[in-house]
């Protein structure tokens, strides 16, 4: 048995006007109660130091950069870094990264039990649009602020484990699983912030955008033999209701822990990277299984070809 004891510390709301400082003391408490829980590893949302600040549209440069962390870990970070190492626990958590070229990203870091960054992953799916947009209800503006992510799908060996990454849109798509699949991975972690309302179709309710939302991770995690940890950032920011439903996965697809509501709020669960053993070496065997000559479509059309009439 290879147990990891995980704490998914959902955050609530964060608004516009909290400092970064006042967030980190709210993950550092969650932090503190994951080690009375026993917990090895704690994973927090996508953009945990801040607000969602996509929502806003901005021209200027300066503005939309002071929403970015320039280096990691940083001043208003270090007391969440001290206190993993302290505790022995590895943490993941997402945040927006300006990289010393000028480059922008929406990202996620990995760190080992003494606080060393040993993972990064930048969101290749980015949802949304660029452009101010009247017929929105409330703008998406996650293309116009970070570029696509350019380090693919990698997964790391940490705790006697094969863990891997990815953000919010990016567990829509079944492809982010098996690249990471591919590799092995038995943990997929992830955070994301994810409206309670679809500002294209008023009339889908929270009740189905949840649904989508353990869709998307149960098949990962069934499909690819893994566990999935998906963390929400949820609660009203100024405004703008973001969904809870936090949740853990095991490698069979069944929800075995899950967040109730949408506040700061940790949910634990004792994960057994053997338990993904079963499903790798048989119905999931890719070796033995995968028909690549056959998939040529995935990796060269992105857009959907019709067939001939």
């Not at 927006?96 to 480059?103: F, M, Q, V, Y």
């Not at 949740?247 to 069944?254: K, L, S, T």
């Not at 075995?256 to 940790?266: F, G, N, Q, S």
């Not at 669960?269 to 998939?295: L, Q, W």
Request: aromatic letters at 10%.
């Amino acid at each position: 048995m290879r147990e990891i004891v995980i704490g998914g510390a959902q955050l609530g709301a964060i608004q516009k006007a909290d400092t970064r400082e006042a967030v980190v003391e709210r993950m550092v408490a969650l932090l503190h109660q994951a080690k009375g829980a026993g917990c090895d590893l704690v994973v927090y949302p996508e953009l945990a130091l801040t607000t969602f600040f996509p929502r806003w549209y901005m021209e200027d440069q300066a503005e939309v950069d002071q929403w970015f962390e320039h280096e990691m870990p940083n001043d208003a970070t270090k007391p969440l870094f001290d206190a993993a190492k302290a505790a022995n626990m590895a943490i993941s958590f997402g945040y927006a990264e300006r990289t010393p070229d000028g480059h922008h990203f929406n990202t996620s870091i990995l760190t080992d039990r003494n606080a060393n960054i040993i993972g990064k992953y930048r969101k290749v799916h980015l949802p949304g649009h660029s452009e101010y947009d009247t017929e929105r209800a409330f703008q998406h503006l996650e293309k116009r602020y970070f570029e696509p992510g350019d380090m693919g799908f990698p997964v790391w060996r940490n705790m006697d484990a094969l863990m891997g990454m990815c953000i919010c849109n990016d567990r829509r798509w079944p492809e982010v699983y098996r690249e990471m699949g591919l590799q092995g991975v038995e943990l997929v972690m992830l955070g994301y912030n994810t409206p309670s309302v679809n500002s294209q179709m008023s009339d889908e309710g929270l009740e189905q955008r949840l649904y989508h939302s353990d869709l998307s991770m149960t098949a990962g995690a069934y499909q690819n033999a893994t566990w999935v940890v998906g963390v929400a950032k949820a609660g009203d920011e100024d405004g703008h209701p973001l969904m809870g439903g936090s949740i853990i996965v095991d490698p069979n697809g069944y929800v075995v822990a899950r967040a109730e509501t949408e506040a700061d709020e940790l949910i634990v669960h004792a994960c057994d990277m053997d338990a993904c053993t079963f499903g790798k070496t048989t119905i999931f065997d890719f070796g033995r299984h995968r028909r690549i000559e056959h998939y040529q479509r995935i990796c060269t059309q992105t857009g959907v070809v019709l067939p001939d009439a």
